[in-house]
């Protein structure tokens, strides 16, 4: 099993940082990306970043500029820094993994959430 912790989210008004970390542990053979989603209230989960092992990067339209995704593959570890945040980026951001435990078979996991309030 891959378990994934999410640490970084709390209060911050608008235009101002934070940066989200999430480390995997458990039984990791490799892991083929990682990456955010987020829900707001009443709405959607959606992907809001990913990266590649190549370090390949994906972004959600209305992040690209503000947030930058990365990764440490040694230390299985995603980060999603965030700058000049909005209000309607207040949601609950939970990271994503899919990985292998062996050779043939793979999964994917998720983090529990850390909350992201933006306030006006």
């Known amino acids: 099993q891959v378990q994934l912790v999410e640490s970084g989210g709390g209060l911050v008004q608008a235009g101002g940082s934070l940066e989200l970390s999430c480390v995997a542990s458990?039984?990791?053979?490799?892991?083929?990306?990682m990456g955010w989603y987020r829900q707001a209230p009443g709405k959607q989960r959606e992907l809001v970043a990913t990266?590649?092992?190549?370090?390949?990067?994906d972004y959600l339209d209305s992040v690209k500029g503000r947030f930058t995704i990365s990764r440490d593959n040694a230390k299985n570890a995603v980060y999603l820094q965030m700058n000049s945040l909005k209000p309607e980026d207040t949601a609950v951001y939970y990271c994503?993994?899919?990985?292998?435990?062996?050779?043939?078979?793979?999964?994917?996991?998720w983090g529990k959430g850390t909350l992201v309030t933006v306030s006006s």
């Open positions: 458990g039984s990791i053979f490799r892991i083929v990306a």
């Open positions: 994503n993994t899919r990985a292998y435990t062996d050779y043939v078979k793979w999964d994917e996991y």
């Open positions: 990266v590649t092992a190549g370090h390949s990067t």
